[in-house]
């Protein structure tokens, strides 16, 4: 799997990151959305380099111009419900792809810390030979990340799978790494060190979901 960490680079991309784990600033969900949606379009830009591109010829009031556009068929799947604002960021770029939703949630059968992924709901175009995008803006152990793949391709085989987190663990990217097929490309705004005892990235940020769009029971 190819890893692109974009925070080892210097861009206003760390503003974005600085203020959704600002324990103050996030308190603001309409700015903590915003700023995910940027994080997604930044990434998505990123995410563009790597795609097959093709020339056309653009007619302008005063000539014609050769310029390279990307080809590829790319459908986009977020998983409900935090991955909702990532996913309007990479749309705002590829706003002629397909979309999908998907629902992952861990199920708790004790105080452990143990938990199993439950998979449950699934709307999407075929994916068959397509570019498919997952969208999930933390990536803590990756268990969601894999339930959600072996869901996903009951319904066909995507020719190139691209991966866009804002912040994952580094467990959480070895187990997708080792789970997800090799020629799997992510692309993430930061990776953490550790989890804690519960599978939540540290220091990460908290509950993205509760975050963006108030507690759930």
Known sequence: MNIYNKSIENSIL????????????????????????????????????????????????????????????????????????LHQG????????????????RKHQSNDGEFDIVVEYFASPSIEGKTLILIDPMLATGKSLVAVLKGILKYGTPKKIHILSVIGSSEGVAYVEKNFPENTDLWIAVIDQKLNNK???????GDAGDLAYGKKK
């Open 90 to 105: 990479v749309l705002n770029y590829f706003d002629n792809a397909e979309n999908a939703f998907i629902s992952a949630y």
């Open 14 to 85: 760390n503003k974005f990151l600085s203020e959704i784990r600002d324990i103050s600033i996030q308190k603001d969900a309409m700015r903590f959305r915003r700023n995910i949606e940027r994080i997604g379009e930044i990434l998505g830009y990123e995410l563009s380099k790597n795609l097959e591109f093709t020339k056309i010829t653009t007619t302008t009031p005063l000539g014609e111009k050769e310029i390279n556009v990307p080809t590829n068929d790319i459908v986009l799947c977020s998983i409900l419900r935090a991955g909702l604002p």
């Open 199 to 205: 599978g939540y990235i540290i220091p990460g940020l």
